[in-house]
């Protein structure tokens, strides 16, 4: 071979594993080996087969990840479980065709529960396909205005607080399901019945039973992953799902199972008159609950799962894109809106997949599962489908990283808190806007953030030294500070250790020096801040 050795060959033998553009840097091949400099991605030849194969085996795996979720995310909605199906298939035969990120997987998620519940309970099933298609549209709008790459200027403390929220909101509504009865409407009254629903369980064996499925789901889930990865092959909410159905069936236990109706049944299309609920105030700001906050929860998720491999990294105006065309679809057939899910996607990462095949694949065994085998989910109990509810709801509460936020950076931790606070007592989309609000207010305090030094050594000069940013949300306190000083001793004012100086500001110093060096006054000397 010509040129420098240390290049790697154009044309790679078959096998050979490398990348589809250059990476620089360590990367990792698939059989774990650390890989330095320039690599290329695994090509056409003589591998086709093995890609094959890896993406047909993940999409296996990610199809069994979905298939719980995806009904379990449609009746903690109040729509039918088959709604939920129909929404994974789109977004695997859909999104997923589509450029923006080959890798991760979109699906309906537990992220968007909450505000589906609400709207459905305020305007009804049949108008729910409508504000999925208009947050839809507006999704791809905001992709073809290349409004992608902004969604990656939100504070992560919104977005924690939003997840937060939205998880209390979860748990508390699911533990009502968990034990067969009915949730209340609102977040504090779901806090606020817990005691009445604990005393409700104890005095009746159904709800009993239920409960004890529900929490036999949940105690899967946790030990699951502590098993052996020999042991783990099949996904822990599938077999959680098919341990609960399968007692509940040999015990022939009266709970509350999944209601089938059939996947043409449950298809509803919006009609021509529900459209006029878009000229609703209310609605148009669900409308835009749901389209900023599905971007925003698929674009966090496509950032995460870029870490999780070399391959190539997310468009995100594409993905913007790509998520929009997927709800609008959904909502064409009134069905569940998509976001993408970091469970899945993670699962398809570290399944192999290679390529969009595998994600295209999972939509396609959830089509044939719903075309042949819908009576199934008639068996599963819904309290155990609340069950795996409850656990994802609980890991979105970052209680870890929360009491790590409070010691490092005390604002941010009470923007997580007031965020999720305001969700679960009001609504999301009044949540968000305060989350939104503080986290602009703490960046105004923060660039603002000034200190006024003064050394008085009794008799002399008297110095002055102001640091951090001097703006006119502080000029106040500066004025004060300065006017403060003796007016019959010469004062020296140090701008040096400014990092911003507003306009405001240095008008209001200049003018204060001005009129202290008038006539019969003392000098005061301005030592400017540094270019």
């Given at each position: 071979m010509r040129g420098d050795p240390r290049r790697l060959r154009a044309r790679p033998p078959a096998g050979h594993w490398h990348h589809p553009r250059p990476v620089k840097g360590i990367i990792h091949d698939p059989s774990g080996r650390r890989r330095r400099g320039k690599a290329l991605w695994r090509g056409e030849e003589g591998v086709c087969g093995a890609r094959g194969r890896d993406d047909f085996a993940a999409s296996l795996v990610v199809f069994l990840v979905a298939l719980p979720l995806c009904v379990g995310v449609a009746v903690a909605s109040g729509v039918p479980a088959e709604l939920g199906l129909v929404t994974g298939i789109v977004g695997g035969l859909v999104t997923g065709l589509l450029p923006g990120s080959s890798l991760q997987v979109s699906g309906p998620a537990a992220g968007l529960t909450v505000l589906v519940y609400e709207a459905v309970t305020a305007h009804g099933l049949a108008e729910l396909g409508v504000l999925v298609l208009a947050a839809g549209l507006l999704q791809l709008l905001m992709g073809v205005l290349r409004l992608g790459r902004w969604f990656r200027a939100i504070s992560v403390a919104v977005v924690q607080g939003m997840l937060a929220g939205i998880g209390l909101l979860l748990v508390a509504g699911q533990l009502y399901v968990m034990a067969d009865r009915e949730a209340p409407d609102t977040g504090p009254s779901k806090i606020v019945g817990m005691p009445g629903l604990l005393a409700d369980v104890f005095g009746s064996a159904q709800s009993m039973v239920a409960l004890g499925l529900g929490l036999g789901t949940i105690a899967v889930l946790v030990g699951w992953k502590r098993l052996p990865p020999s042991m783990r092959l099949v996904p822990a909410p599938l077999v959680a799902v098919a341990v609960a159905s399968g007692i509940a069936a040999i015990c022939d236990t009266p709970v509350a199972k999944v209601e089938v109706q059939g996947l043409l049944d449950a298809i509803e299309p919006p009609s021509a008159d529900a459209f006029g609920l878009l000229t609703q105030l209310g609605v148009l700001g669900a409308v835009l609950a749901f389209a900023l906050i599905a971007s925003a929860e698929s674009l966090f998720s496509a950032?995460?799962?870029?870490?999780?491999?070399?391959?190539?990294?997310?468009?995100?105006?594409?993905?913007?894109?790509?998520?929009?065309?997927?709800?609008?679809?959904?909502?064409?057939?009134?069905?569940?809106?998509?976001?993408?899910?970091?469970?899945?996607?993670?699962?398809?990462?570290?399944?192999?997949?290679?390529?969009?095949?595998?994600?295209?694949?999972?939509?396609?065994?959830?089509?044939?599962?719903?075309?042949?085998?819908?009576?199934?989910?008639?068996?599963?109990?819904?309290?155990?489908?609340?069950?795996?509810?409850v656990y994802s709801g609980a890991k979105l509460v970052p209680v870890k990283e929360l009491i790590v936020l409070w010691r490092a950076h005390r604002g941010e931790a009470v923007i997580v808190v007031a965020t999720a606070g305001m969700i679960v007592v009001a609504n999301m989309f009044e949540g968000v806007l305060i989350g939104v609000a503080l986290s602009v207010a703490k960046s105004a305090w923060d660039t603002s953030h000034l200190q006024v030094d003064v050394a008085d050594g009794g008799v002399g000069v008297i110095r002055a030294r102001l640091t951090g940013s001097a703006t006119f949300l502080r000029l106040p306190a500066i004025l004060d500070a300065l006017e403060a000083l003796p007016k019959d001793r010469p004062i020296e004012l140090d701008l040096s250790g400014l990092r911003h100086l507003d306009h405001a500001c240095l008008t209001a110093l200049t003018t204060w020096a001005d009129r202290h060096n008038t006539p019969g006054t003392t000098p005061v000397r301005l030592v400017p801040a540094e270019p």
């Open positions: 950032a995460a799962v870029d870490r999780l491999h070399a391959g190539p990294r997310t468009d995100y105006d594409k993905e913007l894109i790509a998520q929009g065309a997927g709800n609008a679809v959904c909502g064409a057939l009134g069905s569940l809106p998509l976001t993408a899910v970091i469970v899945r996607s993670a699962a398809n990462v570290q399944a192999g997949a290679r390529s969009k095949a595998s994600r295209v694949l999972h939509g396609v065994w959830l089509l044939l599962f719903a075309a042949l085998l819908p009576s199934a989910l008639g068996v599963i109990p819904l309290s155990c489908l609340a069950g795996i509810l």
